[in-house]
Protein backbone atom coordinates (compact mmCIF):
# COMPACT_ATOMS: atom_id res chain seq x y z
CA UNK A 1 0.00 0.00 0.00
CA UNK A 2 2.71 2.35 -0.15
CA UNK A 3 4.82 3.75 -3.24
CA UNK A 4 3.66 3.43 -6.83
CA UNK A 5 5.38 1.44 -8.49
CA UNK A 6 6.12 -0.12 -12.34
CA UNK A 7 4.37 -3.16 -12.30
CA UNK A 8 5.74 -5.98 -15.02
CA UNK A 9 4.81 -6.53 -18.21
CA UNK A 10 1.33 -8.24 -18.46
CA UNK A 11 -1.25 -9.73 -20.90
CA UNK A 12 -4.30 -8.78 -19.36
CA UNK A 13 -7.31 -11.24 -20.30
CA UNK A 14 -10.39 -9.49 -20.00
CA UNK A 15 -13.39 -12.09 -19.83
CA UNK A 16 -17.09 -9.82 -20.50
CA UNK A 17 -14.67 -7.45 -21.94
CA UNK A 18 -17.72 -5.52 -24.15
CA UNK A 19 -20.14 -5.44 -21.17
CA UNK A 20 -21.10 -3.05 -18.63
CA UNK A 21 -18.62 -3.03 -15.82
CA UNK A 22 -15.51 -2.77 -18.58
CA UNK A 23 -16.92 0.02 -20.13
CA UNK A 24 -17.93 2.46 -16.92
CA UNK A 25 -15.08 1.33 -15.41
CA UNK A 26 -12.16 -1.07 -16.80
CA UNK A 27 -11.68 0.40 -19.74
CA UNK A 28 -11.45 4.35 -18.18
CA UNK A 29 -9.52 2.79 -15.38
CA UNK A 30 -7.05 1.33 -17.75
CA UNK A 31 -6.75 4.58 -19.71
CA UNK A 32 -6.17 7.04 -16.75
CA UNK A 33 -3.28 4.61 -15.18
CA UNK A 34 -1.39 5.40 -18.42
CA UNK A 35 -1.59 8.75 -17.83
CA UNK A 36 -0.44 8.58 -14.60
CA UNK A 37 2.61 5.96 -16.03
CA UNK A 38 1.17 3.63 -13.41
CA UNK A 39 0.64 0.74 -16.39
CA UNK A 40 3.70 -1.56 -17.09
CA UNK A 41 6.56 -0.66 -19.48
CA UNK A 42 4.46 -3.38 -21.66
CA UNK A 43 1.28 -4.49 -21.47
CA UNK A 44 -1.69 -5.93 -23.59
CA UNK A 45 -5.37 -6.35 -22.92
CA UNK A 46 -7.03 -8.93 -24.86
CA UNK A 47 -10.76 -9.21 -23.94
CA UNK A 48 -12.86 -11.66 -24.82
CA UNK A 49 -17.11 -12.42 -24.73
CA UNK A 50 -19.40 -14.65 -26.27
CA UNK A 51 -20.44 -12.30 -29.15
CA UNK A 52 -18.86 -11.81 -32.33
CA UNK A 53 -16.55 -8.72 -32.16
CA UNK A 54 -13.82 -7.78 -33.85
CA UNK A 55 -10.30 -6.35 -32.51
CA UNK A 56 -11.70 -3.33 -34.79
CA UNK A 57 -15.13 -2.98 -33.05
CA UNK A 58 -13.08 -3.51 -29.63
CA UNK A 59 -11.18 -0.63 -30.07
CA UNK A 60 -13.88 1.13 -31.22
CA UNK A 61 -15.63 0.10 -28.09
CA UNK A 62 -12.81 1.23 -25.80
CA UNK A 63 -12.85 4.83 -27.45
CA UNK A 64 -16.83 5.19 -26.78
CA UNK A 65 -16.09 3.96 -22.85
CA UNK A 66 -13.05 6.60 -22.58
CA UNK A 67 -14.81 9.62 -24.24
CA UNK A 68 -17.89 9.18 -22.21
CA UNK A 69 -16.18 8.57 -19.13
CA UNK A 70 -16.00 12.00 -16.85
CA UNK A 71 -13.10 11.74 -15.25
CA UNK A 72 -11.36 10.51 -19.32
CA UNK A 73 -9.37 13.30 -20.54
CA UNK A 74 -9.10 12.17 -23.99
CA UNK A 75 -6.83 13.08 -27.14
CA UNK A 76 -6.81 11.61 -30.31
CA UNK A 77 -2.76 11.34 -30.11
CA UNK A 78 -2.62 9.07 -26.88
CA UNK A 79 -5.65 7.11 -28.45
CA UNK A 80 -4.05 6.24 -31.42
CA UNK A 81 -0.98 4.80 -29.23
CA UNK A 82 -3.47 3.31 -27.04
CA UNK A 83 -5.31 1.11 -29.30
CA UNK A 84 -2.45 -0.85 -29.96
CA UNK A 85 -2.70 -2.32 -26.94
CA UNK A 86 -6.25 -4.30 -27.19
CA UNK A 87 -7.55 -6.78 -29.23
CA UNK A 88 -10.58 -9.09 -28.90
CA UNK A 89 -11.08 -12.80 -29.08
CA UNK A 90 -14.55 -13.91 -29.69
CA UNK A 91 -15.37 -17.30 -27.17
CA UNK A 92 -17.68 -19.13 -24.89
CA UNK A 93 -15.04 -20.42 -23.21
CA UNK A 94 -16.10 -23.33 -20.70
CA UNK A 95 -14.39 -26.92 -20.18
CA UNK A 96 -13.94 -28.69 -22.94
CA UNK A 97 -13.76 -25.77 -25.22
CA UNK A 98 -10.92 -23.96 -24.17
CA UNK A 99 -9.01 -24.17 -27.21
CA UNK A 100 -9.44 -20.43 -28.99
CA UNK A 101 -8.89 -18.84 -25.53
CA UNK A 102 -5.61 -20.54 -25.25
CA UNK A 103 -4.65 -19.92 -28.57
CA UNK A 104 -5.27 -16.33 -28.64
CA UNK A 105 -3.07 -16.03 -25.16
CA UNK A 106 -0.21 -17.70 -27.19
CA UNK A 107 -0.87 -15.50 -29.93
CA UNK A 108 -0.50 -12.27 -27.90
CA UNK A 109 2.14 -13.78 -25.61
CA UNK A 110 4.42 -13.12 -28.61
CA UNK A 111 3.91 -9.79 -28.98
CA UNK A 112 6.09 -9.16 -25.92
CA UNK A 113 9.97 -9.51 -25.72
CA UNK A 114 9.70 -11.46 -22.40
CA UNK A 115 6.98 -13.41 -21.17
CA UNK A 116 4.58 -11.12 -19.70
CA UNK A 117 2.91 -11.95 -16.57
CA UNK A 118 -0.98 -13.30 -17.04
CA UNK A 119 -4.07 -11.00 -15.26
CA UNK A 120 -7.27 -12.17 -16.08
CA UNK A 121 -10.22 -10.39 -15.01
CA UNK A 122 -13.56 -12.44 -14.96
CA UNK A 123 -16.11 -9.09 -15.49
CA UNK A 124 -18.80 -11.59 -16.27
CA UNK A 125 -22.25 -12.87 -14.24
CA UNK A 126 -21.48 -14.80 -10.80
CA UNK A 127 -23.19 -17.63 -12.24
CA UNK A 128 -20.17 -17.83 -14.71
CA UNK A 129 -16.72 -18.04 -12.24
CA UNK A 130 -17.06 -21.65 -11.71
CA UNK A 131 -17.00 -22.56 -15.20
CA UNK A 132 -14.39 -19.80 -16.58
CA UNK A 133 -12.56 -20.75 -13.67
CA UNK A 134 -12.70 -24.43 -14.12
CA UNK A 135 -11.83 -23.85 -17.79
CA UNK A 136 -8.70 -21.74 -16.84
CA UNK A 137 -7.21 -25.17 -14.73
CA UNK A 138 -7.75 -27.10 -17.89
CA UNK A 139 -6.13 -24.70 -20.08
CA UNK A 140 -3.46 -24.24 -18.19
CA UNK A 141 -3.80 -20.78 -18.27
CA UNK A 142 -3.88 -20.60 -14.43
CA UNK A 143 -0.74 -21.76 -13.11
CA UNK A 144 1.04 -18.53 -12.57
CA UNK A 145 -1.63 -15.95 -13.37
CA UNK A 146 -3.89 -13.84 -11.57
CA UNK A 147 -7.38 -14.16 -10.95
CA UNK A 148 -9.52 -11.11 -10.26
CA UNK A 149 -13.05 -12.12 -9.80
CA UNK A 150 -15.81 -9.17 -9.62
CA UNK A 151 -18.74 -9.37 -6.63
CA UNK A 152 -20.90 -10.19 -5.81
CA UNK A 153 -18.86 -13.98 -5.01
CA UNK A 154 -22.34 -16.56 -4.85
CA UNK A 155 -25.63 -15.63 -3.56
CA UNK A 156 -25.42 -17.86 -0.72
CA UNK A 157 -23.69 -19.23 1.57
CA UNK A 158 -23.99 -22.82 -0.45
CA UNK A 159 -22.88 -20.91 -3.91
CA UNK A 160 -20.02 -19.31 -2.59
CA UNK A 161 -19.06 -22.54 -1.28
CA UNK A 162 -19.24 -23.99 -4.18
CA UNK A 163 -17.50 -21.34 -6.13
CA UNK A 164 -14.93 -21.13 -3.66
CA UNK A 165 -13.97 -25.49 -3.99
CA UNK A 166 -13.85 -24.55 -7.64
CA UNK A 167 -11.56 -21.55 -7.14
CA UNK A 168 -9.34 -24.14 -4.45
CA UNK A 169 -8.65 -26.46 -6.92
CA UNK A 170 -7.19 -24.37 -9.43
CA UNK A 171 -5.35 -21.56 -8.08
CA UNK A 172 -3.92 -20.94 -4.82
CA UNK A 173 -5.28 -18.86 -2.70
CA UNK A 174 -2.71 -15.62 -3.43
CA UNK A 175 -3.80 -15.68 -6.98
CA UNK A 176 -7.38 -15.23 -6.50
CA UNK A 177 -8.02 -11.58 -6.16
CA UNK A 178 -11.49 -11.18 -4.73
CA UNK A 179 -12.24 -7.37 -5.70
CA UNK A 180 -14.64 -4.66 -3.59
CA UNK A 181 -14.22 -1.66 -5.18
CA UNK A 182 -15.52 0.19 -2.08
CA UNK A 183 -11.81 -0.97 -0.43
CA UNK A 184 -9.99 0.75 -3.20
CA UNK A 185 -12.01 4.38 -2.51
CA UNK A 186 -9.34 7.18 -1.13
CA UNK A 187 -11.50 7.95 1.73
CA UNK A 188 -11.76 4.59 2.97
CA UNK A 189 -7.87 3.92 2.99
CA UNK A 190 -8.47 7.50 4.58
CA UNK A 191 -10.59 5.71 7.28
CA UNK A 192 -6.69 3.49 8.49
CA UNK A 193 -4.98 6.89 8.02
CA UNK A 194 -7.25 8.79 10.32
CA UNK A 195 -7.38 5.70 12.80
CA UNK A 196 -4.14 5.03 13.23
CA UNK A 197 -1.63 8.14 12.32
CA UNK A 198 -2.95 10.24 14.61
CA UNK A 199 -3.22 10.11 18.40
CA UNK A 200 -5.91 11.29 19.26
CA UNK A 201 -9.13 9.36 17.19
CA UNK A 202 -8.17 5.82 18.15
CA UNK A 203 -8.50 6.98 21.20
CA UNK A 204 -11.96 7.56 21.36
CA UNK A 205 -13.07 4.79 18.65
CA UNK A 206 -14.77 2.11 20.99
CA UNK A 207 -17.56 1.83 23.24
CA UNK A 208 -16.27 4.20 25.97
CA UNK A 209 -16.79 6.88 23.16
CA UNK A 210 -18.99 6.00 20.58
CA UNK A 211 -22.68 5.96 21.05
CA UNK A 212 -23.32 4.78 17.63
CA UNK A 213 -22.03 3.94 13.83
CA UNK A 214 -23.94 4.58 10.55
CA UNK A 215 -22.87 3.31 7.07
CA UNK A 216 -25.64 5.21 4.52
CA UNK A 217 -25.19 4.61 0.81
CA UNK A 218 -28.24 5.83 -0.04
CA UNK A 219 -28.30 6.02 -4.52
CA UNK A 220 -30.87 8.63 -6.61
CA UNK A 221 -30.25 5.96 -9.22
CA UNK A 222 -32.79 2.91 -10.45
CA UNK A 223 -31.95 -0.07 -11.77
CA UNK A 224 -31.55 0.87 -15.33
CA UNK A 225 -29.89 -1.48 -18.06
CA UNK A 226 -28.74 -4.15 -15.34
CA UNK A 227 -32.07 -5.09 -14.62
CA UNK A 228 -31.37 -9.05 -15.68
CA UNK A 229 -28.92 -8.83 -13.15
CA UNK A 230 -30.49 -6.81 -10.32
CA UNK A 231 -33.61 -8.70 -10.32
CA UNK A 232 -31.57 -12.07 -9.40
CA UNK A 233 -29.45 -9.98 -7.03
CA UNK A 234 -31.31 -7.30 -4.44
CA UNK A 235 -29.87 -4.66 -1.94
CA UNK A 236 -28.61 -7.37 0.32
CA UNK A 237 -26.22 -9.14 -2.04
CA UNK A 238 -25.42 -6.24 -4.58
CA UNK A 239 -24.32 -4.01 -1.54
CA UNK A 240 -24.67 -5.28 2.20
CA UNK A 241 -23.12 -7.77 2.11
CA UNK A 242 -20.53 -7.08 0.07
CA UNK A 243 -19.61 -2.92 -0.21
CA UNK A 244 -21.39 -2.22 3.07
CA UNK A 245 -19.46 -4.92 5.36
CA UNK A 246 -16.11 -4.39 3.81
CA UNK A 247 -16.86 -0.35 5.28
CA UNK A 248 -17.53 -1.74 8.53
CA UNK A 249 -14.68 -4.05 9.08
CA UNK A 250 -12.11 -1.44 8.03
CA UNK A 251 -13.88 1.05 11.04
CA UNK A 252 -14.45 -1.79 13.52
CA UNK A 253 -11.44 -3.64 12.85
CA UNK A 254 -8.66 -3.56 15.73
CA UNK A 255 -5.39 -1.70 14.55
CA UNK A 256 -3.28 -4.47 12.51
CA UNK A 257 0.62 -5.02 13.36
CA UNK A 258 1.20 -3.82 9.56
CA UNK A 259 -0.65 -2.22 6.48
CA UNK A 260 -0.03 -5.70 4.73
CA UNK A 261 -2.62 -7.96 3.20
CA UNK A 262 -2.11 -10.53 5.62
CA UNK A 263 -2.32 -8.59 9.41
CA UNK A 264 -5.08 -6.40 7.70
CA UNK A 265 -6.75 -8.97 6.71
CA UNK A 266 -6.90 -10.89 9.51
CA UNK A 267 -8.46 -8.37 11.39
CA UNK A 268 -11.19 -7.66 9.19
CA UNK A 269 -12.10 -11.50 9.64
CA UNK A 270 -11.49 -10.79 13.33
CA UNK A 271 -14.48 -8.26 12.82
CA UNK A 272 -16.77 -10.55 11.21
CA UNK A 273 -16.15 -13.48 13.21
CA UNK A 274 -17.35 -11.46 15.92
CA UNK A 275 -20.50 -10.16 14.53
CA UNK A 276 -23.74 -11.48 15.14
CA UNK A 277 -25.35 -13.03 12.50
CA UNK A 278 -28.39 -10.30 11.17
CA UNK A 279 -31.49 -11.63 12.42
CA UNK A 280 -34.89 -10.66 10.33
CA UNK A 281 -35.98 -8.29 13.41
CA UNK A 282 -32.81 -6.05 12.75
CA UNK A 283 -33.35 -5.55 9.11
CA UNK A 284 -36.02 -3.61 6.77
CA UNK A 285 -36.28 -4.29 3.08
CA UNK A 286 -37.69 -1.57 0.69
CA UNK A 287 -38.79 -2.22 -2.97
CA UNK A 288 -39.47 1.46 -4.70
CA UNK A 289 -42.57 1.79 -6.96
CA UNK A 290 -42.78 1.33 -10.35
CA UNK A 291 -39.82 -1.46 -9.81
CA UNK A 292 -41.93 -4.17 -10.61
CA UNK A 293 -43.21 -2.34 -13.63
CA UNK A 294 -39.29 -2.38 -15.76
CA UNK A 295 -39.20 -4.57 -18.59
CA UNK A 296 -37.42 -7.42 -17.34
CA UNK A 297 -38.47 -7.53 -13.91
CA UNK A 298 -40.28 -10.89 -13.30
CA UNK A 299 -43.97 -10.87 -12.43
CA UNK A 300 -44.42 -9.67 -8.54
CA UNK A 301 -41.05 -9.82 -7.75
CA UNK A 302 -39.83 -9.60 -4.29
CA UNK A 303 -36.33 -8.16 -5.07
CA UNK A 304 -35.36 -5.89 -2.45
CA UNK A 305 -33.77 -2.56 -3.86
CA UNK A 306 -33.24 -1.04 -0.40
CA UNK A 307 -31.96 -2.38 3.26
CA UNK A 308 -31.62 -1.23 6.41
CA UNK A 309 -29.96 -3.10 8.73
CA UNK A 310 -28.53 -2.70 13.05
CA UNK A 311 -25.73 -4.84 13.11
CA UNK A 312 -24.27 -5.47 16.46
CA UNK A 313 -20.71 -6.50 17.26
CA UNK A 314 -19.91 -8.65 19.76
CA UNK A 315 -16.00 -7.96 21.26
CA UNK A 316 -14.40 -6.07 24.26
CA UNK A 317 -14.51 -2.65 21.37
CA UNK A 318 -17.82 -2.71 20.27
CA UNK A 319 -20.53 -4.21 22.49
CA UNK A 320 -23.52 -2.39 23.09
CA UNK A 321 -22.72 0.18 20.03
CA UNK A 322 -24.77 -0.46 17.51
CA UNK A 323 -23.75 0.12 14.03
CA UNK A 324 -26.65 1.25 11.32
CA UNK A 325 -26.08 0.28 7.52
CA UNK A 326 -28.65 1.81 5.06
CA UNK A 327 -28.46 1.41 1.04
CA UNK A 328 -31.47 1.67 -1.59
CA UNK A 329 -31.81 2.34 -5.15
CA UNK A 330 -34.09 5.37 -6.34
CA UNK A 331 -33.73 7.17 -3.48
CA UNK A 332 -33.72 11.30 -2.76
CA UNK A 333 -29.49 12.10 -2.81
CA UNK A 334 -26.83 9.79 -3.60
CA UNK A 335 -24.30 9.82 -0.54
CA UNK A 336 -21.60 7.42 0.72
CA UNK A 337 -21.20 8.51 4.68
CA UNK A 338 -20.21 6.86 7.59
CA UNK A 339 -20.92 8.82 10.83
CA UNK A 340 -19.68 7.88 13.97
CA UNK A 341 -21.87 9.63 16.50
CA UNK A 342 -19.88 10.47 20.08
CA UNK A 343 -21.45 9.36 23.67
CA UNK A 344 -23.39 12.30 25.86
CA UNK A 345 -21.33 13.79 27.76
CA UNK A 346 -21.95 12.96 31.49
CA UNK A 347 -23.17 16.36 32.99
CA UNK A 348 -26.39 18.16 31.45
CA UNK A 349 -25.29 21.60 31.63
CA UNK A 350 -26.64 21.88 28.61
CA UNK A 351 -30.20 20.28 28.89
CA UNK A 352 -30.94 21.82 25.19
CA UNK A 353 -29.11 19.57 23.40
CA UNK A 354 -31.41 16.60 21.71
CA UNK A 355 -30.71 13.11 22.56
CA UNK A 356 -31.00 12.03 18.49
CA UNK A 357 -26.95 11.47 18.85
CA UNK A 358 -26.83 14.00 16.07
CA UNK A 359 -26.79 16.92 17.17
CA UNK A 360 -24.08 16.52 19.30
CA UNK A 361 -20.27 15.62 17.96
CA UNK A 362 -20.35 13.24 15.28
CA UNK A 363 -17.08 11.93 12.59
CA UNK A 364 -18.28 12.02 9.51
CA UNK A 365 -16.31 10.26 6.33
CA UNK A 366 -17.50 11.35 2.72
CA UNK A 367 -16.71 8.03 0.83
CA UNK A 368 -17.35 9.66 -2.92
CA UNK A 369 -16.86 13.17 -2.13
CA UNK A 370 -13.35 12.63 -0.59
CA UNK A 371 -13.62 14.48 2.77
CA UNK A 372 -14.11 13.92 6.41
CA UNK A 373 -15.95 16.74 8.99
CA UNK A 374 -16.26 16.80 12.74
CA UNK A 375 -19.24 18.51 13.66
CA UNK A 376 -19.09 19.55 16.81
CA UNK A 377 -21.19 21.77 19.85
CA UNK A 378 -20.09 25.25 20.34
CA UNK A 379 -21.18 28.88 21.59
CA UNK A 380 -23.54 31.21 19.45
CA UNK A 381 -21.84 34.28 19.75
CA UNK A 382 -23.56 36.87 21.77
CA UNK A 383 -24.53 37.66 25.42
CA UNK A 384 -26.52 34.01 26.54
CA UNK A 385 -24.52 31.01 26.55
CA UNK A 386 -26.47 29.24 23.44
CA UNK A 387 -25.28 26.22 21.46
CA UNK A 388 -24.86 26.06 17.61
CA UNK A 389 -23.87 23.35 15.65
CA UNK A 390 -20.19 23.80 13.57
CA UNK A 391 -18.17 21.99 11.36
CA UNK A 392 -14.43 21.03 10.66
CA UNK A 393 -13.58 19.86 7.92
CA UNK A 394 -11.50 19.03 5.08
CA UNK A 395 -12.21 17.89 1.57
CA UNK A 396 -9.59 16.65 -1.36
CA UNK A 397 -11.63 18.81 -3.87
CA UNK A 398 -10.51 22.11 -1.75
CA UNK A 399 -6.69 21.01 -1.41
CA UNK A 400 -6.83 20.32 -5.28
CA UNK A 401 -5.57 16.84 -4.60
CA UNK A 402 -6.49 14.54 -7.71
CA UNK A 403 -8.38 11.55 -6.42
CA UNK A 404 -7.10 8.19 -8.09
CA UNK A 405 -10.42 6.21 -8.95
CA UNK A 406 -11.03 3.07 -7.15
CA UNK A 407 -10.59 0.83 -10.21
CA UNK A 408 -7.44 2.10 -11.29
CA UNK A 409 -6.44 1.37 -7.75
CA UNK A 410 -7.52 -1.87 -7.19
CA UNK A 411 -6.26 -2.76 -11.47
CA UNK A 412 -2.64 -1.15 -10.23
CA UNK A 413 -2.44 -3.43 -7.12
CA UNK A 414 -3.42 -6.18 -8.87
CA UNK A 415 -0.94 -6.13 -11.51
CA UNK A 416 1.67 -5.42 -8.61
CA UNK A 417 0.65 -8.36 -6.82
CA UNK A 418 -0.44 -6.47 -3.69
CA UNK A 419 -3.64 -8.42 -2.10
CA UNK A 420 -3.83 -6.08 0.48
CA UNK A 421 -7.40 -4.17 -0.29
CA UNK A 422 -8.63 -7.20 -1.47
CA UNK A 423 -10.94 -9.70 0.01
CA UNK A 424 -10.14 -13.07 1.38
CA UNK A 425 -12.32 -16.38 1.06
CA UNK A 426 -12.85 -17.09 4.80
CA UNK A 427 -13.81 -13.66 5.16
CA UNK A 428 -16.86 -13.76 2.42
CA UNK A 429 -17.75 -17.08 3.50
CA UNK A 430 -18.04 -15.56 6.95
CA UNK A 431 -20.44 -12.83 5.75
CA UNK A 432 -22.93 -15.30 3.65
CA UNK A 433 -23.12 -16.63 7.27
CA UNK A 434 -24.28 -13.62 8.66
CA UNK A 435 -27.00 -12.67 6.28
CA UNK A 436 -27.94 -16.09 5.64
CA UNK A 437 -31.49 -15.55 8.22
CA UNK A 438 -32.52 -12.46 6.00
CA UNK A 439 -31.96 -13.66 2.49
CA UNK A 440 -35.22 -14.63 2.29
CA UNK A 441 -37.59 -11.99 4.06
CA UNK A 442 -40.59 -12.50 2.39
CA UNK A 443 -41.84 -8.87 1.07
CA UNK A 444 -40.05 -5.78 1.05
CA UNK A 445 -41.82 -2.60 1.97
CA UNK A 446 -43.22 -0.37 -0.24
CA UNK A 447 -41.06 3.34 -1.03
CA UNK A 448 -41.70 6.15 -3.13
CA UNK A 449 -39.08 7.11 -5.54
CA UNK A 450 -37.00 9.83 -4.59
CA UNK A 451 -37.80 9.57 -0.60
CA UNK A 452 -35.50 8.18 2.19
CA UNK A 453 -36.85 4.65 2.29
CA UNK A 454 -39.50 2.95 4.40
CA UNK A 455 -40.71 4.26 6.90
CA UNK A 456 -40.05 1.20 9.18
CA UNK A 457 -36.07 1.95 9.02
CA UNK A 458 -36.89 5.06 11.52
CA UNK A 459 -38.36 2.80 13.70
CA UNK A 460 -35.37 0.71 13.37
CA UNK A 461 -32.82 3.42 14.08
CA UNK A 462 -35.00 5.08 17.00
CA UNK A 463 -34.28 6.62 19.52
CA UNK A 464 -31.22 7.77 17.10
CA UNK A 465 -31.99 9.26 13.90
CA UNK A 466 -30.37 8.71 10.28
CA UNK A 467 -27.77 11.61 9.90
CA UNK A 468 -28.94 11.92 6.35
CA UNK A 469 -30.90 14.25 5.18
CA UNK A 470 -28.59 16.82 6.53
CA UNK A 471 -31.60 19.30 6.14
CA UNK A 472 -31.34 22.32 8.55
CA UNK A 473 -35.26 22.10 9.30
CA UNK A 474 -34.17 18.51 10.66
CA UNK A 475 -32.39 20.40 13.95
CA UNK A 476 -33.17 22.20 16.64
CA UNK A 477 -29.91 23.98 17.13
CA UNK A 478 -28.58 26.57 14.92
CA UNK A 479 -25.63 26.33 12.68
CA UNK A 480 -22.96 28.73 13.50
C1 LIG B 1 -21.75 -1.60 -7.47
C2 LIG B 1 -23.20 -2.04 -7.33
O1 LIG B 1 -20.89 -2.61 -7.02
O2 LIG B 1 -21.55 -0.42 -6.73
C3 LIG B 1 -24.11 -0.93 -7.80
O3 LIG B 1 -23.41 -3.21 -8.11
C4 LIG B 1 -23.81 0.36 -7.08
O4 LIG B 1 -25.48 -1.30 -7.61
C5 LIG B 1 -22.31 0.68 -7.19
O5 LIG B 1 -24.57 1.40 -7.66
C6 LIG B 1 -21.92 1.90 -6.38
O6 LIG B 1 -20.64 2.23 -6.75
P1 LIG B 1 -20.01 3.70 -6.74
O7 LIG B 1 -19.06 3.69 -7.87
O8 LIG B 1 -21.14 4.68 -6.86
O9 LIG B 1 -19.30 3.81 -5.45
Redesign the pocket.
Known amino acids: MDQPRTPPDTLLVVFGANGDLSKRKLLPALWNLEEEGLLPGDWHLLGTARSEVSDEDFRELARDAITEHERCAFDEDRFARFRQHLSFVSTDFRPGDTQVLSDAVAHATRRFIDDPQLLLYLSTPPSTFGRITAGLGEAGLAKEARVVFE?PFGTDPASFAELDETVHSVLREDQAYFID??LGKEMVQNLLAFRFANGAFEAMWNRAHIDHVQIDVP?D?GVDNRVAFYDQTGAIR??LVT?LFQVLSIVAMEPPVRLRSGPLTDEKFKVFDSMRSLAVDDVVIGQYDGYRDLEGVAEGSGTDTYVAARVHIDNWRWDGVPFFLRTGKEMADKK?LVTLAFRRPPATMFPEVPDSGLERDHLTFDL?GGGAGFSLLAKVPGPALRLGRTNMRFTYGETGSQLIGPYERLIHDALLGDRTLFTRTDGIARTWELVAPILDMGDPHPYAQGSWGPEAANDLIAPRRWHLPQDPDRFSLPEI
Open positions: KHFELDMHQS
